[in-house]
């Protein structure tokens, strides 16, 4: 390498930290510039202001929604807005101070505080040396950090806003709260003094996207032949009471190998039974009664998305599991004709295809934080029609997301 090379190497700037933000930039060319590539956006970064006005005070944040009642940022977003005051005359300092704290309570057991995010600065002071009136608006700018310090003094990524109550004997609340406060202090030193607070609610959303595009008609029996690597297969085995005289039952699941959706994919799944003929009829047939000589094709398979969430205060655990969205299923290839009469020694197969999705509304994605813990899975349930007369035990199969903000269609910086 030549001694100039090296020397304008030594003038680049350092990456080392990345506690800071990165600086905005803009998609439109400046002058004498020309865009070589652009990818556009699906939804166009937010141009409106929210506005908060208490006396004669007024704060006003910018890069919000029209017409929000709540401002929201994403990861390191920063809190840009401008401090209006009609009133200004005595007025000494004006403080801003970003604030987080996250709450965690069980029934029965003591709660647990802890600060996220404690931010403060001075906007503008009265100096007495050089008197001069504070100005009518006053620019501020605070950034949500990355990450904050649990109870062990681990970085940890600052987990989004929410309020999540189960009351309830093994009842757990979880909350994390974030605002903006502009203190206004009005006096001179000598003088007497009065604060005014205007204190914001803000909703922290960072948003994640899903790392891959879901085929909306995907055909298993044909993918897993062309792209295996398309797919997450889990088996497990559906047990016998009398495993000698009932066979067990070998279940798959089959999802999409990527395990991470968004909060509004429609995520595809595969269920396949394989087993002897006799212990597939007992797990999908229900029992002929007395006024019906045919057994009746009655399975009870469910395919839905469970949240667990968890919380350990004081050394002390809890967790709550909620039904996120159930799924709908349909048999593939027609299900076994073989009559109950007949001798059924050889082995067949039963299959269904479905999808499932998350219920509308549904915002706050998983995330694992300190002692807060969001956990999302697809569930497989199976049982036999009556469980009373069939050998075969009832399971269930638990296959661990990620359930995140946007879909891989979506771009949006934040």
Known sequence: MLASDIATLSQLPSYDSLSSPPPLYSSDPACGEQSIQ???????????????????????????????????????????????????????????????????????????????????????????????????ELPFTCAFPLTYKDRMGRETALPPSMNLMYPGSTGLIATCVYTLTVKIVKGRKGFWSQDKKLTIPLNYHPRNRAPSSLNPHPDLFSDVKISPEEWHQTMTTIKSRKPFVTSPVQCHLFIPSVKVFALTDTIHFHVQLTG?????????????????????????????????????????????????????????????????????????????????????????????????????????????????????LSTQVPVGIKLVTESAETWRED
């Not at 704060?59 to 401008?82: A, W, Y």
């Not at 000589?293 to 050394?315: D, H, M, N, T, W």
Request: include cysteine; glycine fraction near 8%; proline fraction near 8%.
């Open 276 to 392: 002897a003929l006799a212990s597939l009829r007992q797990l999908v047939y229900k029992p002929s009664s007395s006024k019906s000589k045919e057994a009746k094709f009655a399975p009870k398979i469910r395919v839905y998305l469970l949240r667990q969430i968890s919380v350990e205060v004081c050394g002390q655990k809890a967790w709550k599991n909620i039904e996120l969205g159930e799924g709908t299923l349909s048999p593939r290839p027609p299900p076994i004709i073989a009559p109950s009469g007949a001798t059924q020694l050889g082995e067949d197969s039963l299959d269904w295809e479905g999808e499932v999705r998350c219920e509308e509304g549904l915002s706050l994605p998983g995330f694992i934080t300190g002692d807060l813990m969001i956990k999302d899975f697809i569930v497989l349930s199976i049982s036999p029609p009556d469980p009373t007369k069939s050998d075969l």
């Open 38 to 136: 652009l990818t556009p956006r699906c939804r166009p970064r937010p141009s409106g202001t929210f506005v908060k006005k208490d006396g004669h005070a007024t704060v006003m944040l910018v890069d919000q929604e029209e017409g929000t009642r709540i401002p929201v940022f994403g990861r390191q977003s920063l809190v840009n807005g401008i401090i209006s005051l009609s009133s200004r005359d005595a007025v000494s300092e004006v403080k801003v101070k970003l604030s987080g704290h996250m709450d965690l309570s069980l029934s029965g057991s003591s709660s647990y505080n802890t600060k996220l995010v404690d931010y403060a600065y001075t906007v503008w002071k009265y100096n007495p040396d050089t008197p001069i009136v504070c100005p009518s």
